[in-house]
T-cell receptor, first 116, second 113 residues
Framework: AQSVAQPEDQVNVAEGNPLTVKCTYS??????LFWYVQYPNRGLQFLLK??????LVKGSYGFEAEFNKSQTSFHLKKPSALVSDSALYFC??????????????FGTGTQLKVEL | NAGVTQTPKFQVLKTGQSMTLQCAQD?????MYWYRQDPGMGLRLIYY???????DKGEVPNGYNVSRLNKREFSLRLESAAPSQTSVYFC????????????FGEGSRLTVL
């Protein structure tokens, strides 16, 4: 079965510094990978996805993610963090089983805190 | 354009009571999903409906039932609520294509006493 792991429960970074939120995956076959963000008391919002093609994927709000097949990683990055980026971030992988739809398996989430 | 709308936003139940969470989407999406979110566990899929007229179990279906009423609406029912079902429930929708992103509702916070 497919899975994703987010090894850090929380990441702290100063505003203006680069940020990285880590994700590793385990799938059989080619992975379809996603990042979502959740602000307090809100639903999840789509940030970006990797299906195929360039290993560097650009998404919303200046975020990007780097797909690394040899390390089975899909880390989320941003060159310059903002206080408003503080939120809960989820990595997800598509379930490649039968049944249709786009069922996702989510990681446990990483709380990002950006401080002045 | 409301996107995905869930009702109610908050609910408190006693053990053994039943209730239905309602979800509607106005994006003409084919697929709909119910997830639950618990601290330290991320989101776990309860049930999904790949298209109108079909429903399938996800990772944690026990204690729940679903109904895909039409293309827009997908409800989640707790027949006999248990404290272990205290959680935040999210409905989501997507196009049927296997690479489409999910659009989530704002969530329904359920407490079972």
């Amino acid at each position: 079965a497919q899975s994703v792991a987010q090894p850090e429960d929380q990441v702290n970074v100063a505003e203006g510094n680069p940020l990285t939120v880590k994700c590793t995956y385990s799938v059989s076959g080619n992975p379809y990978l996603f990042w979502y963000v959740q602000y307090p008391n809100r639903g999840l919002q789509f940030l970006l996805k990797y299906i195929t093609g360039d290993n560097l994927v650009k998404g919303s709000y200046g975020f990007e993610a780097e797909f690394n097949k040899s390390q089975t990683s899909f880390h989320l990055k941003k060159p310059s963090a903002l206080v408003s980026d503080s939120a809960l971030y989820f990595c997800a992988v598509r379930d490649m089983g039968t049944g249709g739809g786009n069922k996702l398996t989510f990681g446990t989430g990483t709380q990002l805190k950006v401080e002045l | 354009n409301a996107g995905v709308t869930q009702t109610p936003k908050f609910q408190v139940l006693k053990t053994g009571q039943s209730m239905t969470l309602q979800c509607a989407q106005d994006m003409n999406h084919n697929s709909m999903y119910w997830y639950r979110q618990d601290p330290g566990m991320g989101l776990r899929l309860i049930y999904y409906s790949a298209s109108e007229g079909t429903t399938d179990k996800g990772e944690v279906p026990n204690g729940y039932n679903v109904s895909r009423l039409n293309k827009r609406e997908f409800s989640l029912r707790l027949e006999s609520a248990a404290p272990s079902q205290t959680s935040v429930y999210f409905c989501a929708s997507s196009q049927q294509a296997n690479t489409g992103e999910l659009f989530f509702g704002e969530g329904s916070r359920l407490t079972v006493l």
